[in-house]
């Protein structure tokens, strides 16, 4: 798909998020990679658009791309996680985020941050065989983001599960993921 500007892929991006977390909030147990209408839209590379050469040159997959609007999404649309994450609350009726969503609040950002449990959960929800799995990918720096040096998975104190860390875009490339 070919898009006029930065801010209609990351747009498109963050409603492609929003679907796979809706899907979330209604199935814990399929894998999200395994369903045809929850593929990311194939991106045709623009000169002009800098997230859309990140996409194909670094060959970002669902997952890949999971991993970067996830961690994007508290800079571009602040408010987004926090709807979604209000949504799923009132789906199972609770008015505070379970631990399975792994999000945390920031200290100066009052919102809600991804952190490797949101990534787990939205990707592979309750399936432990396939959570371990993408665990694995993630500590041992397996995704392209990764290895590319596009997300990074926050330290967390001692003691803390590392699937607590934050998600987060490395300073070098957001002027280019947003630009």
Known sequence: MQFSDTSALLAHELQWLQKLMQFRCRDTQTDARLVGDLQ???????????Y??????????????????????????????????????RHS????????????????????LPTVQLFLYILVGDVFEKRLFATRKLL??????QKKDIVFISDVPVAEPKTAGLLSINDAFLPQLID
């Open 40 to 50: 990311p839209t194939p991106i045709q590379t623009s000169e002009s658009i800098l």
């Open 52 to 89: 859309s050469k990140i996409i194909n040159e670094y060959k970002l997959g669902f997952e890949d791309r999971l991993l970067t609007i996830l961690a994007l999404a508290p800079t571009i649309a602040p408010q987004f996680l926090d709807k979604e994450l209000f949504l799923w609350g």
């Open 93 to 112: 009726g609770s008015t505070a985020a379970q631990p399975i969503w792994g999000v945390i609040y920031g200290n100066m950002y009052k919102g809600a």
């Open 140 to 145: 041992n720096f397996a995704y392209n983001c």
